[in-house]
């Protein structure tokens, strides 16, 4: 079959968190131009459940079980790439989450919140530690680790490139997830550390920062039990000029964009919103 983007043809890709929704469907993009697609995820069943998808529809894909915050799962896995693949000419650094445990349960402070405590009602100063930690090096660290790992094979080759998974979080925090917010605001910085220390050895590190989409993860905080949306969805949909939430083959544009040098060889430390225009909005 034709591939729309030729140059892509042939090079293996590496995409964390790739049985998730997002990052699967950037593993899918990419088998689709020909990539050859290592799917790397916590879940091995999840991972597979892509690779399945992408040798289905023709591709060629491996499903491989690793935790980005393990260095030794991460070499574990280059090595399994390498021998099946070859060296990493791309990698998309996506997993990542958030967790209750970095999450209030509030909007904000109320003086009630500061007088007694409420049963249920986890406020700023009931945060703990530890789970702001877990958010924040899942999010962080399970991308500086994997690019430690794959970079030294990225700077050997011809038209390397890194695409990071930000978030609209990185540019405008959310009420009652600060750890996240936070930790996407480091990515996004790191992806500027990247470009700038990377660009003498021609790696290309560029971002992608989704709007909303309706994933597994945040699908009870979107959705009501009978489909309906949420509150916050409402808040979304009210902040967001385009009314809707995206849709996750919305986000093909901007990583192919952004993998392919013929588009964007001389496009390294930016940052693609694909939100709707949600980053745009005042509000008013």
């Known amino acids: 079959m ?48 892509v690779a399945d998808d992408i040798a289905a ?26 021998a099946a693949f070859g060296p990493c000419d791309i990698l998309i650094n996506g997993a990542g989450g958030n967790h209750p445990s970095g999450t209030t349960s509030k909007e904000a402070l109320e003086a009630i919140d500061l007088e007694q405590a409420a049963e249920g009602v986890t406020t700023f100063f009931d945060l703990d530690p530890a789970g702001i930690s877990k958010v924040f090096n899942l999010n962080f660290l399970g991308t500086l680790l994997p690019t430690q790992v794959y970079a030294r094979d990225l700077a050997s080759r011809p038209h390397a490139c890194i695409v990071m998974i930000t978030s609209m979080n990185a540019i405008r925090p959310l009420t009652k997830i600060p750890a996240y917010s936070a930790a996407k605001a480091a990515v996004s910085n790191f992806t500027q550390f990247m470009a700038t ?61 952004l993998c392919d040098e013929a588009y964007s060889s001389f496009v390294t430390g930016s940052m693609v919103a694909v939100d709707g225009g949600f980053s745009a909005y005042s509000g008013v």
């Open 2 to 49: 034709p591939f729309t983007h030729p140059n892509l043809a042939n090079r293996t890709a590496v995409v964390t968190g790739g049985g998730g929704v997002l990052c699967g469907g950037f593993a899918k993009v990419l088998a689709a131009q020909g990539v050859k697609v290592a799917v790397l995820d916590l879940s091995l069943p999840a991972a597979q459940a």
């Open 57 to 82: 529809a023709g591709g060629t894909a491996l499903a491989i079980e690793c935790n980005v915050l393990d260095k030794a799962s991460l070499e574990a896995a280059r090595e399994q790439v390498n």
């Open 197 to 257: 220390h990377f660009a003498p050895v021609n790696i290309r590190v560029n971002a992608i920062a989704p709007g909303f989409f309706s994933t597994a993860q945040n699908k009870t905080l979107l959705w009501n039990p009978d489909g309906s949306p949420t509150a916050r969805t409402g808040k979304i949909l009210a902040a967001t000029p385009m009314k809707r939430l995206g849709l996750p083959k919305e986000l093909a544009g901007a990583l192919l964009f």
